[in-house]
C-alpha cells in the first residue's frame, strides 16, 4: 500500500488511561501532520513534523498530549490521562517535497473513544 | 491568523442538479495556497485540489470547477450534474506555508437519485 497507513482504525479507552496512536507515513514524505476531527467538525491542527527540524507544536491542546516521530518516518501520538473531550478522530497526513509540502494526503483516522 | 468559513452546513440537491459549495477565507499573508478536501462516509480525506495565490484562473476537471476571486476572498467549489456518489463531506482549507493548514467546518452534501 502506497499511502499513509494508522493504527489501531478504533480504540476504545477508559478516563485516565493513556493511549498511543501510530502512523505511517507514504514513503519518502518528509512531512508529517496530526490533525483532530471531534464529531461533525472541521480539523484542528496538532503538531507538524518536518525533516530535523524542531516540531511546530503550537496545535497540541493541552500538556497531555506528545509526539514523536523516530528515524524521520514513523510518527506517534501519545495522550496521557485521557478525557472524555479527547474522544475524537486523530488524523494523520504527510506531505513530500515534489509538491513543495503543499499537498497533504489523508490516512484513514484512529477513532478513539475514551469513556 | 488564518480562517476559513464555509458557511453551508449541509446542502441537499437532486441527482443532476448543479450545486456550488462556498468557502471564504481570511489571511495576510499574500503568499498561501486554498485546498478542497472530500470526505466520504468512508471517513477518508481525499484530495481535489490545491491553487496558489498567484494563480486565480478557474480551473474545470470533469464536472468539477473551482472559481477562485481573491477580491472576495472566496473559493468556491462547484459540481455540474451531481451524483449520488458526490454525497460527502466537503472541506475548504488554507496553508501559508508548508506547515499546518486551517480548515473550514465542511460542508455536508447529500445527492438524492
Known amino acids: 500500500g502506497a499511502g499513509v497507513s494508522q493504527s489501531p482504525s478504533n480504540k476504545v479507552t477508559e478516563k485516565g488511561k493513556d493511549v498511543e496512536l501510530r502512523c505511517d507515513p507514504i514513503?519518502?514524505?518528509?512531512?508529517l501532520y496530526w490533525y483532530r476531527q471531534s464529531l461533525g467538525q472541521g480539523l484542528e491542527f496538532l503538531i507538524y513534523?518536518?525533516?530535523?527540524?524542531?516540531?511546530?507544536k503550537s496545535g497540541l491542546p493541552s500538556d497531555r498530549f506528545s509526539a514523536e516521530r523516530t528515524g524521520g518516518s514513523v510518527s506517534t501520538l501519545t495522550i496521557q490521562r485521557t478525557q472524555q473531550e479527547d474522544s475524537a478522530v486523530y488524523l494523520c497526513?504527510?506531505?513530500?517535497?515534489?509538491?513543495?509540502?503543499?499537498?497533504?494526503?489523508f490516512g484513514p483516522g484512529t477513532r478513539l473513544l475514551v469513556l | 491568523a488564518q480562517k476559513v468559513t464555509q458557511a453551508q452546513t449541509e446542502i441537499s440537491v437532486v441527482e443532476k442538479e448543479d450545486v456550488t459549495l462556498d468557502c471564504v477565507y481570511e489571511?495576510?499573508?499574500?503568499?498561501?495556497?486554498l485546498f478542497w478536501y472530500k470526505q466520504p462516509p468512508s471517513g477518508e480525506l481525499v484530495f481535489l485540489i490545491r491553487?496558489?495565490?498567484?494563480?486565480?484562473q478557474n480551473e474545470i476537471s470533469g464536472r468539477y470547477s473551482w472559481n477562485f476571486q481573491k477580491s472576495t476572498s472566496s473559493f468556491n467549489f462547484t459540481i455540474t450534474a451531481s451524483q449520488v456518489v458526490d454525497s460527502a463531506v466537503y472541506f475548504c482549507?488554507?496553508?501559508?506555508?508548508?506547515?499546518?493548514?486551517?480548515f473550514g467546518d465542511g460542508t455536508t452534501l447529500t445527492v438524492k437519485p
Open positions: 491553487r496558489n495565490s498567484f494563480d486565480e
Open positions: 482549507a488554507l496553508s501559508v506555508n508548508a506547515g499546518k493548514s486551517t
Open positions: 497526513a504527510s506531505s513530500a517535497p515534489g509538491t513543495g509540502y503543499k499537498t497533504q494526503y
Open positions: 489571511t495576510r499573508d499574500t503568499t498561501y495556497y
Open positions: 514513503s519518502g514524505h518528509t512531512a
Open positions: 513534523f518536518q525533516g530535523n527540524s524542531a516540531p511546530d
